[in-house]
């Protein structure tokens, strides 16, 4: 035996080989009657037989069948001992809210189902070619989602579990298409920081500080070991997956007060049996998703998000949820509208004024507390319907007086001398502290169709006293992260620079984040006096005054794609009003006006490096040319298939004219 045959098949075993060829079968009988035997389909009898082949006792065969979904990953031993890692501890631990749940909905005499689809990791994928599926996987995840939910036609009702950057709106774009079903999303909570150390932002800034000699190789590598302080749980800041935590509490879609959980704790995994006993008395009262996503609860979910200063990501997955519930999808008119009316009210990474971690928010009320705030307001739809059974005036008026707000708020002074009052603030108390508005989109000769910063997020020192950041500079342009990055780190990215990231949008990467960029330039002395703009967009961690989202993307003929080092831009952002501009107003020693810099773009040719990816894989060039089929980014990067059919066949029609003419 050849010694690579002996070590791949291992040492024998005689007993491997008592194999058995029948079995018994379980025991006692499908609970059929003639009816069932005259009228079900072969498949619902033959799902019975299964269920019981998989350990189901034959007597509680026909409770009501609930699918719980979720995205699970890796593999863990019962004391949580890692067997096969994760790809981040966002679905690492989501496996106990599974059981959870199905526990309780076995205890109210159901029967549950459990699939799974896991996820990927964005702080994984900054900077490699993760990144190029990353945005692309959210749509596919979804579909998968809605499959497996049809491919089980007896369910009654589905309970979501997610956590993440996409996993988790790809659960909340799936459950929202299932127009007549109850459903529920249990968001997957978040991880504690460590008690002495960094958060998992800025420890994502290792490399580009040891490169200017911020930190030692010692202090990097203790920093880095100890940032996730709890194995379970979205990144410690209100990044992406804090948002659609945060977004999805505010639609209905969860229970009151369950974003932003600590994972692995008691109380989260009391989350997930409420949910359990919601989809019941959903499906005992008819309430399905049909009722609880209407317009008014899009419009709800835009203004919390205004009011936490959430992840521009979600300008993407709020459209994307509209779509597939069939609501009206939101434009820019719409997010500009949100964001003049609704102050922002939460202290929280990255956005500060003071920097604490999700937990903190969690502890202060959550989404709920702020909501109580906004309902003052009048800047709420109270009407709408929530998972919980309850409209939401009812679901706040049970918060405002409940234990467990009494509880946890005082706790989080207890234990970490915090007022919650400083992290979920008054209106007037926000104002007091300067907090201003989300998010602003530029337009402009580089953006004629428009662009997107969280204005909230750029450093007040850069800000006038009229509340309006101004910089004018010349171009430095690269047309991939990893070069733009190599400049920082050599130091060839200096204060008062401008630096344009083009070709990284939709057709070139898949629409990357360039969290490196702005996080190195946040925790760098002169980041602050760098404005950023791209095609590509920004991880809900990034600050700064960072352009992204910028329309039409390079590789489709923008202006931001025919910009050349040394070019002057000019970048306005009123964070008050919530508007602004950027624009090409010079070459050389030459100035000229916003109309004029249009004229000379459109004469020049595009930049000679400009070109999508060479590794980005045929899925996402696929993903792109759907995307952009269906509205582009603005309407969320969809699949809207009236609009792919129709162009599909617009296309085909015009081949076969070319045809008919050539002869071909």
Not at 566 to 580: A, S, Y
Request: include cysteine; hydrophobic fraction near 40%; aromatic fraction near 6%.
């Amino acid at each position: 035996m050849s010694e690579a045959i002996r070590f791949v098949m291992g040492a024998e075993d005689p007993n491997r080989y008592d194999i058995f060829t029948h079995a018994a079968g379980p025991e006692g009988k499908l609970p059929l009657t003639s009816d069932m035997l005259m009228n079900l389909p072969s498949g619902d009898l033959f799902g019975m037989s299964q269920n019981v082949g998989m350990g189901w006792k034959p007597e509680r065969l026909l409770g009501k069948q609930v699918l719980i979904l979720s995205t699970q990953g890796g593999l863990r031993s019962e004391d949580g001992t890692p067997i096969a890692l994760g790809y981040h501890t966002g679905h690492w631990e989501v496996g106990i809210l599974v059981k959870e749940a199905a526990l309780e909905v076995s205890a109210l005499g159901g029967v549950p189902f459990a699939a799974y689809v896991s996820d990927p990791c964005d702080g994984r994928s900054q900077g490699t070619t993760g990144m190029f599926d990353s945005l692309p996987y959210r749509n596919d995840a979804a579909m998968v989602y809605r499959r497996l939910i049809r491919s089980l036609p007896t369910r009654s009702g589905v309970i979501g579990v997610g956590t993440c950057d996409k996993g988790l709106p790809a659960m909340m774009i799936a459950l929202a298409a299932m127009h007549d079903l109850p459903a529920v999303v249990v968001p997957g909570g978040v991880t504690l920081p460590p008690t002495v150390g960094e958060d998992a932002a800025k420890i994502q800034t290792i490399g580009a500080r040891y490169s200017h000699g911020q930190i030692t190789l010692e202090e990097a590598a203790d920093l880095g070991c100890r940032v996730c302080a709890t194995p379970g749980g979205g990144c410690q800041f209100l990044g992406t997956a804090a948002s659609a935590q945060v977004v999805a509490e505010a639609l209905g879609m969860s229970l009151p007060h369950s974003a932003l959980a600590p994972s692995g704790q008691q109380i989260w995994r009391d989350i997930a049996s409420q949910s359990a006993r919601a989809i019941q008395r959903m499906h005992e009262s008819g309430i399905t998703m049909r009722d609880i996503l209407t317009d008014a609860a899009i419009e709800n979910g835009m203004v919390v998000h205004a009011a936490f200063g959430g992840s521009t990501n979600l300008l993407l997955h709020i459209p994307a949820v509209a779509h597939a519930a069939a609501c009206r999808i939101p434009d820019v008119a719409d997010w500009t509208r949100v964001n003049k009316a609704v102050p922002r009210l939460v202290s929280v990474l990255p956005n500060g004024p003071e920097y604490h971690p999700t937990i903190r928010v969690f502890m202060a009320g959550g989404v709920p507390e702020v909501m109580l705030h906004l309902r003052k307001l009048g800047l709420l739809n109270l009407n709408v319907k929530t998972v919980a059974g309850e409209s939401l005036a009812n679901v706040l008026d049970w918060w405002e007086d409940s234990e467990r707000r009494h509880i946890v708020r005082k706790r989080l002074q207890d234990i970490d001398g915090i007022d919650p009052d400083e992290v979920i603030m008054s209106p007037q108390r926000a104002y007091a502290r300067g907090l201003t508005s989300t998010v602003t989109f530029p337009i402009g000769n580089l953006a004629p169709e428009g662009s997107v910063i969280k204005s909230t997020a750029i450093d007040p020192s850069v800000v006038g006293e009229d509340g309006v950041y101004r910089h004018t500079g010349q171009a430095k342009v690269f047309t991939s992260e990893k070069e733009a990055v190599k400049a920082i780190k050599l130091g060839q990215v200096q204060a008062g620079n401008i630096l344009v990231l083009m070709g990284r949008g939709p057709s070139g990467t898949g629409m990357e984040e360039t969290y490196q960029l702005t996080s190195a330039l946040k925790h760098l002395p002169f980041g602050k006096h760098v404005t950023l703009l791209t095609d590509a967009r920004f991880s809900g961690v990034s600050t700064g005054a960072c352009i992204g989202h910028i329309s039409p993307e390079a590789l489709v003929g923008g202006p931001i794609g025919k910009l050349q080092n040394g070019d002057w831009i000019d970048v306005r952002i009123d964070i008050n009003k919530l508007e602004g501009s950027i624009d090409f107003v010079g070459q050389g020693e030459e100035r000229f006006s916003p109309d004029d810099g249009a004229a000379i773009l459109a004469a020049r040719p595009s930049h000679p490096d400009l070109a999508p990816d060479p590794g980005l894989p045929d899925d996402t060039r696929l993903w792109a040319a759907l995307q952009a089929a269906s509205g582009g980014t603005w309407r969320g990067s969809i699949y809207d298939v009236d609009r792919i059919v129709e162009t599909l066949q617009a296309g085909m029609e015009a081949i076969a004219r070319s045809k008919q003419k050539t002869g071909g």
